[in-house]
């Protein structure tokens, strides 16, 4: 494995990185390898996991169906 140096990393962020690793009771490096693999690893989800997902997120967002007309008329509208 690769061994990364980060210098000059802000006294207020260090401090930040501390508190999170002391809350989920790991090191400073784990914690921030952690933050590393959230950010840059990709999650893979299941089809089951990605339809449930998007089913949440069109009832959150419910809206009126719009019909052609009002399509339409919204884009001619977006046009003037």
Known sequence: ???VTFKNIPDDLYEQLKQA?????RSVNSELIHC?????KPTR???AELAY????LR????????DIDEITAAKNQGRE
């Open 45 to 47: 989800l299941s089809a």
């Open 1 to 3: 494995m690769a061994t």
């Open 59 to 66: 009832r959150r967002v419910a809206a009126k169906r719009l």
């Open 36 to 40: 590393l693999e959230k950010t840059y």
């Open 21 to 25: 690793a002391n809350a989920h009771h």
């Open 53 to 56: 997902r998007a089913g949440e």
